[in-house]
Nanobody, 117 residues
Framework: VQLQASGGGSVQAGGSLRLSCAAS????????MNWYRQVVGQQRELVAT???????DYADPVKGRFTISRDNAKNTVFLQMNSLKPEDTAVYYC????????????WGQGTQVTVSS
């Protein structure tokens, strides 16, 4: 299984970025897919989730600004990030996790997002 994250970059506050996570060896539409972010020296935090039923959930700091979605045909998950703030600066990781047997927990390599004020 591989999760290939891309789309990170540097933007000014108020700008937008769209992250992509292309999956191989795993069918995203039947999995719960997550986006996490991590700042150096801090714990990785959950940012957004999309379930197999397309239910979505967001961390409070990003609600109303970030949108998680997926393209089943491309087997890709997206994170649209609008109205970016400097505190959104982090490395963003996509994740596929199954908590019932057969359990698994796959991570992408991370993509850097830097927001300047």
């Amino acid at each position: 299984v591989q999760l290939q994250a891309s789309g990170g970059g540097s933007v000014q506050a108020g700008g937008s970025l769209r992250l992509s996570c292309a999956a191989s060896g795993l069918i995203i539409r039947i999995n719960t897919m997550n986006w996490y972010r991590q700042v150096v020296g801090q714990q990785r935090e959950l940012v957004a989730t999309i379930t197999s039923g397309k239910s979505t959930d967001y961390a409070d700091p990003v609600k109303g600004r970030f949108t998680i979605s997926r393209d089943n045909a491309k087997n890709t998950v997206f994170l649209q990030m609008n109205s970016l703030k400097p505190e959104d600066t982090a490395v963003y990781y996509c994740n596929a996790r199954r908590v019932i047997a057969p359990k698994y927990d796959y991570w992408g390599q991370g993509t850097q997002v830097t927001v300047s004020s």
